[in-house]
């Protein structure tokens, strides 16, 4: 089929297209008219996506990707059209008992039944850029949906907040529990160490063991020094047998002022030996002198080598001592290291429990700050409901328009199964493709005569 058999077969049933057309466009009129009118109601919201928690400081939860849409989620969903019933009080409203009673024969819930019949007439949609969400609700009377559509905000408000404490309220049962667990175990750690303290008589950190550790330094320094004055002392033992040649003999000034007065006067003898002989009164004097000399240097000479000799056993019975000390003082120290070892565990556990204790209880006070006074949200009514001066549905400007478009349609396709029915020739195409001889030629349609010129006939001829 040509486009020109298309526009003649159109034009031949143009009465049928105006019938359809003008058919179709009444019924709708008449059923948008019929049809009850319905008012929606729009709240906006604001969910700030930036905003932090002042609890949990750290990067918002809202931030990652796809929040807004799991939100959008959280308004249609059940759990907040229930609470929408319960704000607006529709499950004390008995007439809509009674139709969920004839609905459902009193099957489940009428909370259930009432959130699925308002999440039909909502419509919940974010703003392009934005985080601006538009929560409309559709119903017969502008009030009625001005007032769920507000509902729906508050309880989706609600639900938010919720779902934030619930998680919060969890954790802090959890952590109580774990606190009273910590806390009897922190109470045994000190107790098993506050035992050991008194039985061992010893402090944790009273420094007991750095004062005997020092006190054993000592000891060693001490037994260090007494060796080698011991050994120093039996060095100069040796040196007994040749008195004149010890240090202390050489260094002792009585006994070199001695030794001086023996030399004067063995020299005054020796000269007066030579004038007056051996038995005059003077020689025998200074004889006699000089013997009393020597015998004093002697007398001095041995009790220097007398205190050598007191000196290194002196010497040998400090080290004796000392090393007798340093022993006792060993195994103390010993001793105390195994007490204080035991102690450092002992002390260990007790810290370990306090720091999980006071780990579990901030986490705990976090919690239940959050549960407990946390009733902050990122969501704001930018814009509440109003009740609709005019209907959403049905619009009868758009209904015509479509009701247009249809019925032409509708009436061209009825005119085309109308000609297929009927076919008929309407030009020269058709003739050739119904008959099969080709068209010779085409007498024109006269024209038709003009207004006010009548055509006289002839008479036939006869």
């Keep these: 089929m040509t ?5 003649l077969i159109l034009r031949a049933r143009r009465w049928v297209i105006f019938g359809v057309l003008a058919g179709i466009v009444v019924l709708v009129l008449a059923v948008s008219l019929i049809l009850p009118k319905k008012y929606t109601a729009t709240t906006a919201l604001v969910i700030d996506m930036k905003a932090t928690d002042p609890v949990n400081v750290g990067a918002p939860a809202q931030m990652s990707s796809g929040y807004l849409a799991t939100q959008i989620d959280i308004i249609s969903s059940e759990r907040v059209a229930q609470r929408v019933v319960t704000l607006t009080g529709l499950d004390r409203v008995a007439v809509l008992q009674t139709d969920w009673r004839e609905a459902t024969n009193g099957v489940g819930s009428f909370q259930s039944w009432m959130a699925t019949l308002l999440q039909k007439q909502l419509d919940v949609r974010p703003s392009r850029e934005s985080s601006v969400v538009n929560v409309s609700y559709t119903g017969p ?23 934030k404490l619930e998680p919060a309220r969890q954790y802090a049962l959890f952590f109580d529990e774990q606190t009273k667990d910590l806390r009897d175990k922190l109470r045994v750690a000190q107790g098993k160490l506050s035992e050991y303290e008194q039985e061992s ?13 020092q006190r054993l330094a000592e000891l060693n320094s001490q037994l260090t020094q007494a060796t080698g004055q011991r050994a120093e002392s039996g060095a100069r033992q040796t040196e007994v047998d040749s008195l004149d040649s010890m240090p202390e003999v050489m260094a002792n000034g009585l006994i070199s002022g001695l030794t001086a007065d023996l030399v004067r006067h063995e020299g005054e003898r020796s000269q007066l030996l030579g004038k ?20 004093r240097l002697d007398a001095e000479k041995r009790r220097v080598a007398s205190s050598v000799t ?3 056993r002196i010497s040998s019975a400090r080290v004796s001592e000392i090393s007798a000390d340093l022993e006792r003082q060993k195994k103390r120290v010993l001793e105390l290291k195994g007490h204080y070892d035991k102690l450092s565990v002992l002390q260990r556990d007790v810290e370990s429990a306090q720091k999980a204790y006071e780990f579990v209880v901030q986490n705990l006070m976090q919690q239940r700050l959050i549960s407990d006074q946390n009733q902050q949200t990122n969501i704001t009514i930018l814009a509440p409901a109003e009740p609709p001066l005019k209907h959403s549905s049905p619009r009868l400007l758009l209904n015509m328009i479509i009701a247009v478009f249809l019925g032409t349609l509708f009436g061209i396709g009825t005119a085309l199964v109308l000609e297929l029915l009927d076919q008929r020739v309407r030009g020269s195409e058709d003739l050739v493709q119904f008959v099969g001889i080709p068209v010779l030629g085409i007498i024109p349609v006269p024209a038709p005569p003009r207004s006010g010129i009548r055509i006289r006939r002839r008479p036939a001829l006869a």
Aim: hydrophobic share 40%; no cysteine; glycine share 8%.
């Design 3 to 7: 486009f020109q058999q298309l526009l």
């Design 141 to 163: 009377d502008p009030e009625f949906a001005a007032a769920i559509a507000n509902a729906f905000a508050r309880a989706y408000i609600d639900t938010n907040l919720e779902l």
């Design 201 to 213: 008589g010893i402090l944790s950190g009273d420094g007991r063991f750095d004062i005997e550790n």
């Design 276 to 295: 007056l002989g051996e038995n005059h009164p003077q020689v025998l004097q200074l004889s006699e002198q000089i013997t009393k000399l020597r015998q």
């Design 310 to 312: 007191t000196t290194g």
